[in-house]
């Protein structure tokens, strides 16, 4: 579709509001005008520059609001935003369900954020799509509204440039020749300095940038690509020895190896590859 002179607006019944996430409305404003909201707005509200520029109010700040970016808000935050341009367009969601909440507070979307397409990802034809699905259907199911808000958001989590922050995909390119570094050199006995020197940052940011790709600090993660590769290696070598598996995966003994992969998995080595022995197997 192309975005017209017209606007375009649509509101879904309550019907999907038992559903854990679901549409309360979409919309295109061809020509955005000025809005304030004393008392915020009830729902979760994305809003999006397709052209022109606006400006956006909160706190008694103000934050510009040109083409490509965008303003996610939490209910009941009150703001105001105007046209800065002669022509502003925007695209809005607004959302809300009962795991709405909970939904983006794991994804650290929870109360105000700003967003920035980055060179990866355009939502352009992502909302095109998504009208165009309405527009052709009175009867898109609220089961189909709610995945494709979920899929927007996900996208938006990952490749959004948060408060002029790198997005995820950024930050996964960045890290991706230090990870395969420690893939390659997971059997020797490295840490977190060793880590960052290969990295070339500081300790402090290389902690920050694999907090933020992947929840966990870098050597965390280490320790997950130890115990993946042991898995590997107990499956593949059914009769090696754990004594051998643990020096090949970098442990400092059996004994480390055992208790690290019990506490990680739940399980000792042995009965892990006992299980899955059997399985491949039978």
Not at 41 to 47: D, M, T
Not at 55 to 66: D, I, N, Q, R, V
Not at 97 to 121: C, H, N, P, R, V
Not at 213 to 220: D, E, I, N, Q
């Amino acid at each position: 579709m192309n975005w017209g002179e017209k606007n375009i607006r649509y509101v879904f019944t309550s019907l999907e509001r038992s559903l854990p996430l679901y549409v309360e409305s979409i919309g295109y404003s061809a020509w955005e005008r000025a809005f304030q909201r004393a008392d915020g707005y009830p729902f979760y509200h994305w809003l999006h520059t397709l052209d022109g520029e606006g400006c956006f109010e909160m706190h008694g700040e103000e934050m510009k609001l040109a083409k490509g970016m965008g303003v996610l808000l939490a209910p009941f935050i009150p703001h105001s935003y105007y046209p800065t341009s002669e022509r502003w367009s925007t695209i809005y969601i607004t959302y809300g369900g009962a795991s709405s909440a909970s939904i983006m507070k794991a994804l650290e979307m929870d109360t105000f954020t700003f967003y920035e397409e980055d060179a990866d990802q355009s939502f352009d034809q992502l909302f095109r799509d998504w009208f165009e699905r309405i527009a052709a259907s009175t009867t898109l199911s609220s089961i189909e509204g709610s995945t494709a808000l979920y899929a927007f958001l996900m996208q938006l989590h990952k490749f959004g440039m948060f408060n002029q922050q790198p997005s995820l995909s950024q930050t996964y390119q960045t890290l991706q020749p230090i990870v395969t570094w420690m893939e390659r050199n997971l059997s020797h006995n490295i840490g977190i300095q060793e880590i960052a020197e290969q990295a070339h940052v500081a300790v402090q940011q290389l902690n920050e940038s694999f907090q933020q790709a992947f929840g966990l600090t870098p050597y965390s993660f280490l320790i997950q690509l130890r115990i993946r590769e042991a898995k590997r290696i107990m499956l593949d070598y059914p009769d090696l020895a754990l004594r051998e598996v643990a020096e090949q995966t970098g442990f400092n003994d059996v004994s480390h190896f055992v208790a690290t992969f019990r506490k990680k998995e739940g399980l000792t080595p042995g009965k892990y590859r006992e299980l899955h022995l059997v399985k491949m197997y039978k």
